[in-house]
């Protein structure tokens, strides 16, 4: 297999469960199925991330709850899986295949 050709395969574990996907899209809304109180499912990434992020305002610093609106989809769900790794709310690993 060329370099090139390594399918990246990123893993997402939080509240004892574990959530895989090619792109972090699919892990935030695999965490959006999972997430039984949130009343807004199928709507927006966006809707998600700062519904989430809110209720997280306990644990994370304010400066990090604001979601930019020039990044794209799979950047803010990026930046969000990173964000709750380093605030211990879940782990984000790569697995390169």
């Given at each position: 297999?060329?370099?090139?050709?390594?399918?990246?395969?990123?893993?997402?574990?939080?509240?004892?469960?574990?959530?895989?996907?090619?792109?972090?899209?699919e892990i935030v809304r695999g965490l959006e199925r999972a997430t039984a109180d949130y009343p807004y499912s199928g709507q927006?990434?966006?809707?998600?991330?700062?519904?989430?992020?809110?209720?997280?305002?306990?644990?994370?610093?304010?400066?990090?709850?604001?979601?930019?609106?020039?990044?794209?989809?799979?950047?803010?769900?990026?930046?969000?899986?990173?964000?709750?790794?380093?605030?211990?709310?879940?782990?984000?690993?790569?697995?390169?295949?």
């Amino acid at each position: 297999m060329k370099r090139d050709e390594i399918m990246k395969v990123l893993l997402f574990q939080s509240g004892g469960k574990s959530y895989r996907g090619e792109s972090a899209i699919e892990i935030v809304r695999g965490l959006e199925r999972a997430t039984a109180d949130y009343p807004y499912s199928g709507q927006s990434i966006h809707q998600f991330l700062l519904w989430s992020l809110d209720k997280m305002g306990d644990r994370v610093h304010p400066r990090e709850l604001a979601l930019s609106d020039r990044l794209g989809d799979e950047a803010l769900a990026l930046n969000y899986l990173c964000l709750c790794d380093e605030y211990g709310v879940g782990r984000l690993l790569v697995d390169h295949q």
